[in-house]
């Protein structure tokens, strides 16, 4: 039996890899209502919408900053 997932969402692995932390942290995400999910079989998928609010939004302490390097001229 296969489910329909909509392409725009995404699997905790997926989402592990975009925000470069590992599954836990992303199931705890979850658990805290900073990213938004729902159940297909066993599995879990994160909307899309969700991420994007993280990332422009915070609430993460690895929240995506740029470090910026600069040399002396």
């Not at 997932?5 to 979850?30: C, F, Q």
């Not at 938004?36 to 909307?47: P, Q």
């Amino acid at each position: 039996m296969s489910f329909y997932t909509p392409p725009s969402d995404l699997s905790v692995a997926e989402v592990s890899s975009i925000l470069g932390v590992t599954n836990p942290t992303v199931y705890k995400l979850m658990a805290r209502g900073e990213l938004d999910s729902y159940k297909v079989g066993n599995a879990r998928r994160i909307t899309r919408e969700s991420l994007e609010r993280l990332r422009g939004g915070g609430g993460h302490p690895r929240q995506f900053t740029a470090v910026s390097q600069t040399t002396a001229q």
